[in-house]
């Protein structure tokens, strides 16, 4: 069996060695409605404190910062880290998503757009406990991930798995989070056209 640190390492890599064509490739993907989904759940006064988690190049980052909130980006790829700063002008973080050091009871919210399927299904329960543990209480988590039948492996080059909603729907629910609302990406089309599970969850 794969070891967790050789899943990491490998996928980092790749997204290392392909930084600036992912930038390029994703810099004008549209979604505002996941930022909407994440910012209407939560209750406290703004500007909200926001972890951008898997924040890639910084486009969502930048986005957060332009809204006025306190946002603070997280990546495993160092050259996605250096990006982000310097596109967001954000304060962003250097983390293994299976290394986390995150701080108790910090964040309003935390958006996971398009990261979390890239943990493997056995080290999840523990990430999301650890991303649970990091919001403050009844702080919200937004997540984004391509959807399957719970399939797991590579797919060119990064590791990633493809869970179902109920699936999915066990683990955040396993992890202390209750569920606010979830939907299909990109919205208007047939389901078997959208991709993309949305979810938006509360620590509870």
Not at 60 to 75: H, M, N, Q, S, V
Request: proline share 6%.
């Amino acid at each position: 069996m794969e070891t967790p640190d050789r899943i990491a390492a490998e996928t980092l890599r790749d997204y290392e060695r392909n930084a600036e064509a992912f930038f390029e490739g994703t810099r004008d993907h549209d979604v505002s409605q996941n930022i909407a989904a994440l910012l209407s759940h939560i209750r406290t006064e703004p500007p909200f404190t926001l972890l951008d988690f898997g924040c890639g190049p910084g486009r969502d980052l930048k986005t957060f910062a332009e809204l006025g909130y306190r946002a603070i980006g997280l990546d495993g790829a160092f050259r996605f880290v250096e990006m982000a700063r310097d596109y967001s002008g954000c304060e962003v973080w250097h983390q293994d998503f299976l290394k986390l050091d995150l701080p108790d009871g910090h964040f309003d919210g935390i958006f996971a757009n398009a990261s979390l399927f890239h943990v493997p299904s056995r080290e999840l329960p523990r990430v999301l406990r650890e991303l649970h543990s990091a919001l403050k209480p009844e702080g919200v988590l937004f997540a984004s991930n391509p959807r399957g039948r719970n399939e797991e492996g590579w797919n060119r080059g990064r590791y990633g798995v493809y869970y179902d909603l109920e699936t999915w729907r066990g683990f955040l629910t396993s992890a202390g989070f209750l569920e606010l609302e979830h939907y299909y990406r990109p919205a208007g089309l047939p389901r078997d056209q959208q991709p993309w599970l949305a979810s938006v969850w509360r620590r509870s």
